[in-house]
């Protein structure tokens, strides 16, 4: 009965989770062509932080982010609205081994290594970033590894 009620609840979080990232591509834009990146940006994950975590793109941009990790922990980034990111910080606080390969506005970095994320920014305005794992994150409002993307209009 457990293993039932296990399996239920990971489904639906994936259904959700993939839910999630269709919303997150209409809100804050759509993954990024490989062939068209205008920019890079290289980010440091630190065990509490992002450096930076403000960075300025043009609506229109292709960005690559390279995030290298030099914590000691796993580390996310997840590219979306406050309420977005709110939300698969709760999933992640229920789910913390989840993987994401699917979700092209999430990455998640091991110690010591690099990833990459690519994104097109379709829309002017202010895009968050963060780490949504547990204890990474406490949610948009308050402290926590998290960021902010200024999307300038063209």
Not at 67 to 88: A, F, Q, S
Request: some cysteine; aromatic content about 4%.
């Amino acid at each position: 009965m457990k293993k039932i009620l296990l399996v239920s609840a990971l489904t639906l979080s994936l259904i959700s989770t993939a839910t999630l990232a269709d919303e997150e591509t209409t809100a804050t834009g759509s993954p990024g062509d490989p062939g068209q990146v205008s920019r890079i940006i290289e980010i440091t994950m630190m065990d509490n932080s992002y450096k930076p975590s403000e960075i300025k793109v043009k609506q229109g941009d292709t960005i690559k982010f390279l995030l290298t990790n030099t914590g000691r922990k796993k580390h996310e980034m997840i590219i979306g609205t406050p309420e977005e990111i709110d939300e698969h910080g709760r999933m992640m606080k229920k789910f913390p081994d989840m993987e994401h390969p699917d979700e092209p506005n999430v990455v998640t970095v091991e110690p010591g290594k690099t990833g990459e994320l690519i994104w097109h920014f379709t829309k002017a305005g202010t895009v968050d970033f963060a780490c949504p794992l547990p204890g990474h994150f406490k949610g948009m409002k308050s402290p926590g590894m998290k960021g902010t993307i200024k999307v300038e209009a063209q």
